[in-house]
């Protein structure tokens, strides 16, 4: 849905240098919550500023908002950077450089992703509609459909 916005942000993105990319994407990746909120308040409010920015950040589909995804741009272009380094340089210990920093990477980010998501969900202490607004998640009522969630 965002894949034109995308290249514009990371066409961007490319322009800062990695530690920016990563504080920038780190950034809205712990604040996209908070605006999205802040954004949903102040279009039930009636702020007609706010309603226009709600579209364009959450809208036209607010299963795939514009944040948090679009932190991807700025942190998918630091390993980008880095294979584009090792495929100019095509040596053999390049590529093992490579290796290493996916490696370390993607076990850091797994981990983190697993220790912070961990107490993110407690069995049956979800209320719908108490925290999450109904009309701004539509598919949220078919967490009741199957209670149970037995298959």
Not at 42 to 63: C, R, T
Not at 80 to 100: H, I, N, P, S
Request: glycine share 10%; aromatic share 18%; net charge positive.
């Amino acid at each position: 849905m965002f894949i034109g916005a995308s290249q514009i942000f990371s066409y961007y993105a490319l322009k800062l240098s990695k530690i920016s990319r990563a504080v920038i994407g780190l950034f809205i990746i712990f604040t996209s919550d908070a605006i999205r909120l802040w954004l949903f308040q102040g279009k039930e409010a009636g702020n007609v500023i706010i309603s226009i920015l709600h579209y364009i950040i959450v809208s036209p589909s607010p299963m795939t908002p514009l944040l948090p995804w679009l932190s991807i741009c700025f942190l998918s272009s630091i390993f980008g950077e880095y294979l584009y380094e090792a495929m100019v340089g095509g040596t053999k210990k390049d590529y093992k450089k490579l290796f290493r920093t996916f490696l370390y990477w993607g076990i850091f980010l797994v981990l983190t992703g697993v220790f912070l998501g961990s107490n993110g969900y407690i069995p049956g202490g979800f209320i719908i509609g108490s925290e999450l607004p109904i009309n701004e998640y539509p598919f949220i009522d078919l967490l009741t459909a199957n209670p149970s969630r037995e298959f």
